[in-house]
């Protein structure tokens, strides 16, 4: 029988054999600097099966001896034999706990991000553990060293800054760690980034249907941004509101100004260090924005309520500001719980939901639950479509590619669409995208 141990995470590593063991050991360290917890498993593939290997006195003594010899400061591993798949191959356990931080295995200092190991100096880990100004995503080295910053450059002159070359940008802006690696923060920022912001809509209350799925992303991520925001806007729809005193008034779906800083919020704050974006789901009667991270080290719920700035990422909250995606006044809580209350708040150790109640059904919520038999499309009208779900910014020319169908028969059945309600143009025609409503 196979025995299954789970999935890899912050304090479990697998390997498939002792041939491992240096990087094992390396793993060893990082979920110690990360958890003060750490084990490793011998034997076992990174799916978590048991496969098993030989095991002699000599196997665990060489185990024993590498963690002695490369291990800094010294730690007292457990080392268990446990049964494997036969009577032969063995699964060995390796198990240790430590407090006496930083640790550094081979002369490296690493800290555990989800399953991964990631190299960071001593200094920064020193000042992480400290409490001393700590800033990841300024510290910890990119995977990629080959960025460009096009982009994000473009972005600070159309703010009114000038930028003379690239290394002052990067210097500038701290785009490079102590050592002179480019840091997670240049990743997320480059014209390199593949980070993906996701912005689900479901046809109900819940998420047992989805009605679409757009990703805004592979690129500067303060354009990922204004993109996601600019999407869920133009779905922010108006009524009349009849029960005002005053006379009639517009009644928007929802409350522009939260929902802005709410996403504003979720991105600065969110804790890149795992490269989890924040996404926002859409509902028919609400939209909730959900960062990875949950509350700030060190700030407490009423500090939180009141509006206090304590910034997880501090430089990147700066490049916010210098690009006019966030501001020092701390407003942004107040003035979603001026509208919504305190109920808008979901916390919990790992993640932070703020919910927009919407004040009416939209229109687009009746169309997803009823296009099917209100709406007759050809077949040319579905196929675009799809087209449009998987890839919102497809040319007409991409279009026909994707769907077998003229030019000319993708033109007319786009204004078909609009005219329908169905799709949406938002942005430029060189740079916008359509939104599928």
């Not at 390997?15 to 094992?24: A, M, N, R, V, W």
């Not at 407090?99 to 960071?120: F, H, M, N, T, V």
């Not at 989805?210 to 925001?229: H, S």
């Not at 960062?291 to 700035?309: K, R, V």
């Amino acid at each position: 029988m196979m025995l299954d141990y789970g999935k890899e995470s912050e304090t479990v590593e697998f390997k498939e054999s002792t041939g491992e063991l240096k990087e094992g050991i390396k793993s060893i360290a990082s979920m110690l600097n990360k958890n003060k917890h750490a084990i490793l498993y011998f034997g076992i593939t990174n799916k978590g099966k048991a496969i098993g290997q030989e095991t002699s006195d000599k196997t665990l003594r060489d185990i024993s001896q590498a963690i002695s010899f490369n291990v800094e400061p010294a730690i007292i591993p457990t080392i268990t034999v446990l049964d494997g798949p036969s009577e032969n191959l063995k699964v060995i356990k390796v198990e240790a706990t430590g407090s006496d931080i930083p640790y550094s295995a081979y002369g490296q200092y690493l800290i555990r991000s989800a399953d991964e190991d990631k190299k960071i100096t001593r200094e920064a880990l020193r000042k992480m553990f400290t409490g001393a100004g700590f800033d990841f995503i300024s510290e910890i080295e990119s995977t990629r060293q080959d960025l460009t910053f096009e982009k994000f450059a473009s972005i600070l002159v159309s703010k009114g800054y000038h930028v003379l070359s690239t290394s002052s940008l990067v210097k500038a802006k701290g785009l490079k760690n102590t050592e002179g690696k480019y840091n997670i923060m240049a990743f997320i920022l480059s014209d390199q980034s593949n980070i993906s912001i996701k912005v689900v809509r479901f046809a109900g209350v819940d998420k047992t249907s989805m009605a679409q799925r757009t990703e805004f992303g592979n690129q500067c991520l303060l354009l990922a941004l204004q993109q996601a925001m600019d999407y869920v806007e133009a779905l922010n729809e108006t009524n009349v509101d009849l029960e005002k005193k005053s006379g009639k008034r517009d009644l928007y779906l929802f409350d522009a100004e939260s929902f802005q800083e709410a996403w504003k919020n979720a991105c600065v704050h969110n804790s890149w260090m795992d490269m989890i974006p924040p996404a926002i789901y859409i509902y028919s009667d609400r939209l909730e924005i959900v960062s990875y991270g949950g509350l700030p080290y060190g700030l407490t719920l009423d500090e939180f309520y009141e509006g206090t700035s304590h910034p997880i990422n501090k430089a990147l909250w700066m490049i916010f500001n210098s690009a006019e995606y966030a501001e020092q006044t701390g407003h942004g809580v107040p003035t979603i719980l001026s509208k919504y209350g305190k109920g808008a708040f979901k916390i919990s150790d790992n993640y932070l939901t703020v919910t927009i109640p919407f004040a009416f059904k939209p229109t687009w919520a009746f169309v997803g639950e009823k296009q099917s038999e209100s709406l007759v499309l050809s077949d040319g009208q579905k196929a675009i479509l799809e087209a449009l779900k998987r890839n919102p910014r497809m040319t007409g020319d991409e279009l026909a590619k994707a769907t077998s169908f003229s030019v000319s028969m993708i033109k007319k059945s786009m204004v078909k669409l609009q005219e329908m309600g169905l799709i949406k143009r938002a942005g430029s025609k060189r740079y916008g995208y359509w939104i599928l409503k």
